[in-house]
């Protein structure tokens, strides 16, 4: 292919991805299936590291999700919120691993907490003296929406904390980050209304939480069989002495009195993740939301630190995907309901 024709296909990549981007993230209305956006956007990923010269720095590839809604008040993040890098296949998970390796120096073998990939919408939300003063979806990473008085109606997010950051229960201020989803008995129930009432069903569980959220009249949301699982943290106070761990972490956010999915587990190296991906896979099908994949981190927080970020992800994280289930077809027709 000649330079100008290379040019051309990244042009027409950053242009149909970005489109993509926008039903996906800002209206909440996918016009493709995932499978579809991820070869495009890996067709872009190596396009653009085969020609470097050629990168655009508004290539959805240098940047995450979409632009918060005017129709909300914005909201900056502290702490970015960013994406994450993924493996599609084993291999890509073992280059993940001796990326690591090569980048620390070292041929030690990693812990890592293993994670199932929630498929819904991340969000922030900000406690002070133990009261949740503001939640806030991820938007572009930098800015995102203020949602705070639909997260209040999500039953499983607690107002308050338990305990009381004068007794070191929590810290006086905390972002506890997490994905805000539907369960599985919910969507299909919603679905069962909508069709029985004539009303439009929701595309996917993933884009019938976030339409569910993303709503200016909170009574929408409150109908929603929304549900929360924490899996990280933003923002921490510094008089509250965090663990050393991802996983002894998410420990303690429990202990704040937030959910975190009892899937979640430690294992160590290749071997250990593999058997983790193996056996949620084979649990998904019994689990009561839906999963796209495993995420696994570095556990170790001091490494994590020494590892760091590149632009739209940290480098000690990984999505491990399961294969994709959706075609092309399945959206023909089906029209997106908030
Ligand atoms: P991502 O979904 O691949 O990974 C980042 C997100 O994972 C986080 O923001 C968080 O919300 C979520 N997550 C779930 N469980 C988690 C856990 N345990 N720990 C940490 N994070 C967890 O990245 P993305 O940028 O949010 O979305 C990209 C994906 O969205 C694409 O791969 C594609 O599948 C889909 N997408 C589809 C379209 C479309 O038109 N169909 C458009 C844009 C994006």
């Given at each position: 292919m000649s330079t100008d024709s290379i040019s051309q296909r990244i042009s027409e990549l950053v242009t149909t991805l970005s489109d993509y981007n926008y039903q996906y993230?800002?209206?909440?209305?996918p016009?493709?299936?995932?499978?579809?956006?991820?070869?495009?956007?890996?067709?872009?990923q190596a396009l653009e590291a085969q020609y470097p010269d050629l990168l655009n720095p508004q290539s959805p590839t240098q940047k995450v999700g979409g632009a918060a809604l005017d129709k909300f008040e914005q909201v900056s993040h502290e702490v970015p919120m960013l994406s994450l890098d993924n493996a599609m296949v084993e291999d890509e998970f073992v280059a993940f691993h001796k990326r690591i390796n090569d980048r620390l120096k070292t041929d030690q073998i990693f812990e890592f907490c293993c994670e199932p990939k929630l498929d819904g919408l991340a969000v922030?939300?900000?406690?002070?003296?133990?009261?949740?003063?503001?939640?806030?979806?991820?938007?572009?990473?930098?800015v995102g929406e203020n949602i705070t008085e639909n997260v209040k109606t999500i039953k499983s997010i607690p107002?308050?904390?338990?305990?009381?950051?004068?007794?070191g229960n929590y810290p006086q201020r905390v972002e506890i980050?997490?994905?805000?989803?539907?369960?599985l008995d919910g969507f299909h129930a919603f679905n069962q209304k909508a069709k029985e009432n004539g009303t439009k069903p929701m595309v996917n569980p993933r884009n019938g939480a976030a339409g569910s959220l993303r709503q200016l009249d909170s009574k929408i949301s409150a109908a929603r069989p929304?549900?929360?699982?924490?899996?990280?943290?933003?923002?921490?106070?510094d008089e509250f002495e965090l663990a050393d761990t991802h996983c002894e972490r998410l420990q303690q956010v429990k202990s704040f009195g937030l959910p975190v999915c009892p899937e979640i587990t430690v294992a160590k190296g290749i071997e250990g993740v593999l058997d983790f991906y193996k056996n949620i896979s084979e649990k998904r099908a019994s689990l009561n939301y839906e999963i796209d994949g495993t995420v696994l981190k570095v556990n170790d927080i001091d490494l994590q630190a020494e590892l760091g970020f590149v632009a739209r992800a940290p480098r000690w994280a990984i999505a491990?995907?399961?294969?994709a289930q959706e075609e092309l077809t399945v959206l023909n027709d089906v029209e997106f309901q908030v």
């Open positions: 993230y800002v209206l909440d209305t016009t493709v299936p995932d499978a579809e956006y991820d070869r495009l956007f890996r067709e872009l922030s939300i900000l406690y002070e003296d133990g009261k949740l003063v503001r939640a806030a979806t991820r938007g572009d990473g930098a107002l308050s904390l338990i305990g009381s950051s004068d007794n980050r997490g994905e805000v989803f539907l369960s929304l549900a929360f699982y924490a899996y990280g943290l933003g923002v921490v106070s491990y995907k399961f294969p």
